[in-house]
């Protein structure tokens, strides 16, 4: 089975700044690649698909980038309803697998 | 609008099975694959399996084989989630979320609001 590896576990930021979120794969992936952001009490909500096309409705200052093993979510200026938990998922095979997520936290 | 209502929270027994629904509106039930995944308190998402309501196949994580079924109804388009042999590690909230079919790149773009199922004693 694929594995996928975020780092890091958790992230302290500040309004404004910029910040990059890493996904690793445990094989090649090609661009199988997904991201979601989740706040507490809600599901999931997709940000990012095959690594680097933003979901219709999501803000411009999200992307993501990469292809093979190593991918990574990057916001350009982080806003306050941005403090969620980041999960990566892979959906090269039918077996899909997600990140252990990464918490974005105020400073 | 499109959406996944699924059914309200469910306590259990330890040993005993549970099943979960998750009715789709607003678009072609058959034309999207159907995810679950669950999140246990405090955890991290875990993906349970998948099923293509159009014919009923299915694949399911390796952890839950033997004790997880899928099923849908295309009448009422709902598909359900069983889940046996409950023990207190699974209990958790329960999502399904639609992805859509021929696109394999595509992400879970739409997701039910969650069933808290908890098992205890």
């Known amino acids: 089975d694929i594995q996928m590896t975020q780092s890091p576990s958790s992230l302290s930021a500040s309004v404004g700044d910029r910040v990059t979120i890493t996904c690793r794969a445990s094989q090649s992936i090609s661009s199988y690649l997904n991201w979601y952001q989740q706040k507490p009490g809600k599901a999931p909500k997709l940000l990012i698909y095959?690594?680097?096309s933003l979901q219709s409705g999501v803000p411009s200052r999200f992307s993501g980038s990469g292809s093979g093993t190593d991918f990574t979510l990057t916001i350009s200026s982080l806003q306050p309803e941005d403090f969620a938990t980041y999960y990566c998922q892979q959906s090269y095979s039918t077996l899909v697998a997600f990140g252990q997520g990464t918490k974005l936290e105020i400073k | 609008q499109v959406q996944l209502v699924q059914s309200g929270a469910e306590v259990k027994k330890p040993g005993a099975s549970v099943k979960v629904s998750c009715k789709a509106s607003?678009?072609?039930?058959?034309?999207?694959?159907m995810h679950w995944v669950r999140q246990a308190p405090g955890q991290g998402l875990e993906w349970m399996g998948i099923?293509?309501?159009?014919?009923?196949?299915?694949s399911y994580a390796q952890k839950f084989q033997g004790r997880v079924t899928m099923t849908r109804d295309t009448s009422t388009s709902t598909v359900y989630m069983e889940l046996s042999s409950l023990r207190s590690e699974d209990t958790a909230v329960y999502y399904c979320?639609?992805?859509?079919?021929?696109?394999?790149?595509?992400?879970?773009?739409?997701w039910g609001q969650g069933t808290t199922v908890t098992v205890s004693s």
């Open positions: 095959a690594a680097s």
């Open positions: 099923i293509n309501p159009s014919g009923g196949s299915t």
């Open positions: 607003g678009y072609t039930f058959t034309s999207y694959y």
């Open positions: 979320a639609r992805k859509g079919r021929g696109c394999p790149t595509c992400g879970m773009d739409v």
